[in-house]
C-alpha cells in the first residue's frame, strides 16, 4: 500500500532538482539549435514526382492544401496505339497559417512527392504571406536532409534491383548487338575465309611441265630423235 502524499513528495524532489541546476541559454540567432534529423520544419515540394492524385489534399485534417490541374492527351506511344490522357499540375500550396504539422499529407503521398525539412526560420508580418505556392515549396526541397543509409546486412530495395538490372540486360543487348555486327565483315575478309588458300592437288597435275605425259627435259618428240636436232 502506499504511503500517502508519496506522489506529492516525488514531484517536489523533480522540482527541486530542477531548480538547482544551471540554466543553459543557447544566442539565438547566432547559434542555431541542433535539431534532430526528423525535425517537422516545413513541407517541401517535389513536383516531378506529383500525378495530381488528390490524396493528400483529401487526408489533410486541416483542409490546408489547394491543388488546381487540368487535362491534357497524350498521343500514342506506338502506331496503332490509343491516346491516353493525364493531370498536369497548375498550383500547389499549402498554407502553413491552418497546418498543424500532422505529416498526414508525406504519409498518404503514394510517390514521395511531399518530404519533411527541418527549416522553421519562416515567419512573416503578414498572415497571407504564410500560403506557400509551388515555387516556394519546391524551394524548401533544397533543406531537405539525405536519408540515412541503409544497414549494410538489409536488402537491396527494389526500385534499386529492377533499376540494376534493367541496365544490365540493356548492356548485354548492346553487346551482343555489336557482335553480331562484327561476325559477317570476319567472314567476308579474303585473307581467313574458305578457299581462297594457295593453289594445290589439280592445279599441280595441270602444269604442263611435270603432268603425266609431258614431254620431259632430254627427250624427244615424235619427229625428233632423242638426242635432239643435229
Known amino acids: 500500500m502506499p504511503i500517502p502524499g508519496s506522489g506529492l513528495a516525488k514531484g517536489l524532489a523533480v522540482t527541486l532538482r530542477t531548480m538547482t541546476k544551471r540554466s543553459h541559454t543557447a544566442q539565438y540567432p547566432e547559434v542555431q539549435p541542433e535539431l534532430p534529423p526528423r525535425s517537422r520544419g516545413v513541407i517541401g515540394l517535389f513536383e516531378e514526382n506529383c500525378t495530381v492524385c488528390m490524396l493528400c489534399a483529401r487526408e489533410c485534417p486541416d483542409w490546408c492544401i489547394y491543388i488546381d490541374s487540368h487535362k491534357e492527351t497524350v498521343p500514342a506511344a506506338a502506331p496503332g496505339g490509343r491516346e491516353r490522357s ?10 502553413f497559417s491552418l497546418c498543424m504539422y500532422c505529416g498526414i499529407c508525406i504519409e498518404v503521398c503514394p510517390f514521395d512527392a511531399l518530404f519533411w525539412s527541418p527549416e522553421f526560420e519562416y515567419a512573416e508580418t503578414d498572415i497571407h504571406e504564410l500560403t506557400h505556392e509551388r515555387d516556394k515549396l519546391r524551394e524548401w526541397m533544397w533543406t531537405v536532409p539525405a536519408p540515412p543509409a ?5 536488402e ?3 526500385e534499386i534491383a529492377a533499376a540494376r538490372k534493367a541496365v544490365e540486360k540493356a548492356e548485354a543487348a548492346a553487346a551482343a548487338q555489336a557482335a553480331a555486327a562484327a561476325a559477317p565483315a570476319t567472314e567476308a575478309d579474303p585473307g581467313t575465309g574458305p578457299g581462297t588458300g594457295p593453289a ?6 595441270a602444269d604442263p611441265g611435270i ?4 614431254p620431259g627435259p632430254g627427250s624427244g618428240t615424235p619427229d625428233t630423235p632423242a638426242g635432239g636436232p643435229a
Open 211 to 214: 603432268g603425266p605425259g609431258a
Open 200 to 205: 594445290t592437288g589439280p592445279a599441280t597435275e
Open 150 to 154: 541503409l544497414d549494410p546486412a538489409a
Open 156 to 158: 537491396e530495395p527494389k
Open 86 to 95: 493525364r493531370n498536369v499540375l497548375d498550383r500547389f500550396a499549402i498554407d
